[in-house]
């Protein structure tokens, strides 16, 4: 897991090798170059992110959390603020959003997703990189409900990749799932 710049750097190029994603990598890589302050929320034309794909312990079900300022079913995540572990963003996030006990990071990174967020009060229109990384429930999959969304739902992977009314990356994520070589050995087809 990266802990560093030179780490993430790595760990942006080993991505974009094994899922041929060079030009979306390309743009992560450039924001590296601006060093701790593209993990700054202060950074206003784009900053990192971390978010998860949380999956459960036998991997057919990923928990989707129904975003309460943008209104619509997305992965746990959220900004960085000047931590360079991704991972460890990642992971905290899905901690704080979800309560599920007990969850890991599996694995380096597992999805890169650049994407526009609307002007808000103040804050003006600007760019997400967010670095997403598998998570893995334990035995327990409770959850709690916290302030920034309006509900949580453990949902089959195979139900995301189809749902048309979720967002594109989410489904794109679940379709990415379900191509392991282990996901068919496993019965998750």
Not at 103 to 124: F, N, Q, S
Not at 159 to 185: C, F, G, N, T
Request: glycine content about 6%; charged content about 30%; proline content about 3%.
């Amino acid at each position: 897991m990266p802990h560093d710049l030179d780490d993430l750097r790595a760990a942006l190029r080993a991505h974009a090798d094994e899922q041929a994603d060079h030009d979306t990598a390309a743009l992560f890589l450039t924001l590296v170059e601006d060093g701790v302050h593209a993990f700054e929320r202060t950074r206003l034309q784009g900053h990192f992110t971390a978010s998860c794909w949380l999956v459960s312990r036998d991997g057919r079900r990923a928990l989707l959390m129904h975003h309460r300022k943008l209104d619509r079913w997305l992965q746990p995540g959220g900004h960085a603020d000047g931590d360079v572990d991704l991972a460890r963003v990642a992971l905290r996030e899905a901690e704080e959003e979800t309560g599920v006990p007990g969850l890991a990071v599996e694995g380096g990174i597992y999805d890169l997703d650049r994407h526009r967020i609307p002007a808000r009060g103040t804050e003006p229109e600007h760019w997400h990189y967010d670095v997403r990384y598998v998570v893995r429930a334990g035995d327990d999959e409770r959850f709690t409900l916290n302030e920034e969304s309006h509900a949580l739902a453990w949902r089959d992977v195979i139900e995301i990749a189809a749902d048309v009314s979720l967002d594109d990356s989410l489904r794109r994520m679940a379709k990415r799932w379900l191509q392991r070589p282990d996901a068919s050995a496993s019965g998750e087809h």
